[in-house]
């Protein structure tokens, strides 16, 4: 058994040591402020996941998969237009990305790190931005009861299974691994991504309500105000926020 204080020294060393290499520094408060205290969130709630996992049979993998489970859980709980479990999905939205930060920290201590861990960990944040959109297209329709919401709901998912790009990266990665792959056309795509620059608008819209915390959070934060306040009309901003970067992202593509 590894003790609590010693896995949280553990976990901090590997995130300073982490963050400051791919992300951001978690002390410097400075610079990024609220990413630091989130950082500090996600490292205290993981340690003590961690401490109480080292006493059951899950591996990392299967933390990534309640990691992706949670996405959903949170969206049907903020669509069920009962109050208590709207604001239940709020906050396992806001402390969700903990499981991430959890799967993460136990594949390292018991060198369990893997390709699969890592597809699932991007799944489970694909998954979970998926739930937001699709329950506060839900949670819109529930103030308003405009079909409206339903609709451009139903075109935002639409939008996203059709996304040219998703399905290109999906067909090549299939010619690939079945050893079709045109090595022209191969050569051509690489040398075109090593050409390829964003410009800042392009920059502006990828990063703009993205599915990272600096993103959802607010969100979260506003439905939540909205909810305990009777309001209505945050989450239709946000909705539409939503709808309209779907709409650019598809068709800039082409």
């Known amino acids: ?45 993981s340690t003590l996941f961690a401490f109480f996992l080292q006493f059951t049979k899950l591996t990392a993998n299967h933390i990534s998969l309640f990691y992706c489970i949670s996405g959903v859980i949170a969206g049907l709980f903020l669509s069920s237009n009962i109050d208590s479990l709207m604001i239940t999905g709020l906050l396992i939205f806001f402390l969700k990305n903990s499981l991430d ?6 594949a390292k201590i018991n060198n369990q790190r893997s390709a699969l861990g890592h597809i699932l960990d991007t799944w489970g944040s694909h998954i979970g931005e998926i739930s937001l959109i699709t329950s506060i297209g839900i949670y819109c329709y529930n103030l308003t009861n405009n079909n409206i919401y339903l609709i451009i709901t139903i075109l935002i998912l639409f939008l996203k299974v059709i996304d040219f790009k998703i399905y290109s990266f999906h067909q090549l990665f299939y010619e690939l691994i079945n050893k079709e792959n045109n090595i022209e056309i191969k050569n051509n795509i690489d040398e075109n991504i090593k ?30 105000i909205e909810i305990v306040y009777n309001l209505n009309y945050f989450s239709k901003i946000i909705f ?8 650019m992202l598809f068709f800039g593509i082409f």
């Open 1 to 45: 058994m590894i003790k609590y204080q010693e896995l949280r020294n553990q976990n901090y060393e590997y995130r300073a040591k982490r963050d400051s290499d791919f992300e951001f520094d978690i002390y410097d408060w400075k610079s990024n402020p609220y990413s630091c205290f989130k950082a500090r969130v996600y490292i205290e709630l």
């Open 195 to 224: 050409k390829k620059k964003d410009n800042l608008f392009v920059i502006f819209v990828k990063n703009f309500m993205d599915n990272r915390a600096r993103s959802t959070d607010p969100v979260c934060l506003l439905i939540f």
């Open 240 to 247: 539409w926020l939503y709808f309209l970067k779907a709409f």
């Open 101 to 106: 930060w959890t799967d993460g920290f136990i």
